[in-house]
């Protein structure tokens, strides 16, 4: 059974960096396609980052690039999102997703995690 579990969440200034993690504490599966969206409070969930594993070049939401970085641990079965010069509009619940295919719609990805919060204080 396939449980994603995010942590790294918080309350950050603008201008300050954070990383989250997400990992399956559901078994020893090793997923090809995983991602990150982020949804804030009345708006729809946002693409932010993927990362298909043999896949070449990730993929970023126009609003990260060149700020946030999508990777993964030696294991393959983390991954992470290392987001720097953080801004207010950053603010949303962050969600790891899996599975399906790679790609940037919410509905390309299975498997989901509960997500969590990022704030930044202006």
């Known amino acids: 059974q396939v449980q994603l579990v995010e942590s790294g969440g918080g309350l950050v200034q603008t201008g300050g960096s954070l990383r989250l993690s997400c990992a399956d504490a559901?078994?020893?599966?090793?997923?090809?396609?995983m991602g990150w969206f982020r949804q804030a409070p009345a708006k729809e969930r946002e693409f932010v980052a993927a990362?298909?594993?043999?896949?070449?070049?990730?993929v970023y939401g126009d609003s990260v690039k060149g700020r946030f970085t999508i990777s993964r641990d030696n294991t393959m079965r983390t991954v992470y999102l290392q987001m720097n010069r953080l801004e207010p509009e950053d603010t949303a619940v962050y969600y790891c997703?899996?599975?399906?295919?790679?790609?940037?719609?919410?509905?390309?990805?299975?498997?989901w995690g509960q997500g969590t919060q990022v704030t930044v204080s202006s």
């Open positions: 997703a899996a599975g399906g295919n790679y790609g940037s719609r919410p509905l390309d990805y299975d498997y």
């Open positions: 559901g078994g020893t599966r090793t997923h090809i396609n």
């Open positions: 990362n298909r594993l043999g896949g070449g070049s990730n």
